[in-house]
Each structure stands twice: as C-alpha cells, then as structure tokens.
C-alpha cells in the first residue's frame, strides 16, 4: 500500500509541475524500473531515467529507451549527470526510495550541488520520520540485508526546508486519498496503521523549489 500511494502522489505531483510549466524536465535519480514514464503518458516533457551502469544495463534491456526519454548510467551524488541536461528548462528532480539509505549530510550536500548547477529548479523525494526509520531498520535488521539499513529521516519538513535555505512547496502524507478511495476495502488493521502514519508523519512526500 505504501509503494502504491507513493508513486499515486508523485504521479500527480508530476502531472502539475508538468501542467504548471507547459512541459518541462523530470528527472527521475535512482530509477530502478520505475515506471512513471508509461503511466504518465506526458508528451511535452522529457523523462531522465538516471541510476548506476548495472541498473540502467538491466533497464535498457527490459524497458528500453522511449521517445522523450533519456537513460544516464551514473552515481547521481557526483553530479555528471547534469551535462547532459538542458538546464534552461524547467526542471524537476525526483528521488523516491533513495534518500532514505543515505547520511543527512550526502543529502543537504546534494542540494547545495543542485543550488549551483540550476537555474530553475524543484526537487520532490520521499522521507520517513525518525519513528518511522526504528521500525523500518527493525525489520531489515531481521531479514539480514544489513547492507539495506536506512539513516536519512524527516520529523519537519518545514524545519528541513529553512535549514537547508530551499522553499517547501508541499508536504504531503502518503494515504489521504488512499483511505478515501478505498474505505471499507481495507482491513481495520490496514485502516488503523495507515491513519497512524499519516497523523504522525511517519512517511511524507517532502516537495521543495530549490531556486
Ligand atoms: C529502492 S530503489 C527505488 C527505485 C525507484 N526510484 C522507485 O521508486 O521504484 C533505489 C534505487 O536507487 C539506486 N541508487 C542508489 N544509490 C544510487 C546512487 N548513488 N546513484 C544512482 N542510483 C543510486 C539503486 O540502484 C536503486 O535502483
């Protein structure tokens, strides 16, 4: 459920900035096989899809390259990637699912690296708060990926923004429309939780204009 509401509200934050900018750049770090691409269906807008060589290997041989997209094998904290953008354009990063595994300084450090390098810019990425990431590392501890232990975590977004001098635009909880949409669906228990973690900001959707 928690991936599901992610990529429903990103979409829909994409779709606006899209709207808003009459096209634009998003520009998708730490890809994987996300596939907003297909669903969004935005002709006006061209898709960078960034991720490590062996990622973008495997992507370019199950998904392929489409039209108004672009594939960029790369690490997306040394900021190669960004020669290959058209930076006049309107543009948005997206990170979702990649912060989290990161130390806050690698990613204030990234922000202050995107500050330089755009001229016009937003950024939206997922968080969790520090609650949040005990129960998450909780859980991974006990599968053994030890290698999958998350650090980066939010409990203000508001806070987050004013430190790092950026602008928050949005922050969004993750099953609003959810739980709206899909009411009586849903176990109690899936009910209970996903209202906990929408009251408690366990997981938000953070959206920041960076410049
Ligand atoms: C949990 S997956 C999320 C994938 C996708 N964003 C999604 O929401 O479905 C994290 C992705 O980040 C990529 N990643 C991690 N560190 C990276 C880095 N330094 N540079 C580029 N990609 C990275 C991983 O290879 C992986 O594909």
């Known amino acids: 459920m928690a991936s599901a509401a992610r990529y429903y509200n990103l979409d829909s934050m994409i779709r606006a900035f899209i709207e808003k900018n009459g096209g634009g750049n998003i520009i998708n770090l730490g890809a994987g096989l996300e596939t907003a691409y297909y669903r969004l269906n935005e002709q006006s807008a061209t898709f960078y899809e960034i991720d490590m060589p062996d990622v973008i290997a495997a992507r370019r041989t199950i998904l392929g390259e489409q039209k108004n997209e672009v594939l960029i094998a790369g690490d997306i904290f040394d900021m190669e990637w960004v020669k290959q953008i058209d930076k006049s354009v309107p543009t948005l990063l ?6 989290q595994y990161f130390k806050e300084d690698a990613v204030v450090q990234f922000i202050n690296n995107v500050k330089r390098v755009f001229s016009k810019v937003e950024l939206i990425f997922d968080a ?19 290698g999958a232990l998350m650090y980066f975590y939010i409990n203000d977004g508001a806070e987050f923004a004013e430190r790092t001098e950026t602008k928050l635009v949005e922050e969004r909880v993750f099953f609003t429309d959810a739980r709206k949409m899909l009411k009586k669906k849903l176990g ?13 900001k366990r997981g938000v959707l953070l959206h920041l204009r960076i410049k």
């Open 94 to 99: 997206v990170v979702s699912g990649v912060f």
């Open 128 to 146: 969790t708060n520090e609650t949040g990431i005990k129960y998450t590392n909780k859980y991974v501890k006990k599968t053994g990926n030890t």
């Open 188 to 200: 109690i228990y899936t009910r209970i939780a996903m209202k906990i973690v929408d009251d408690k």
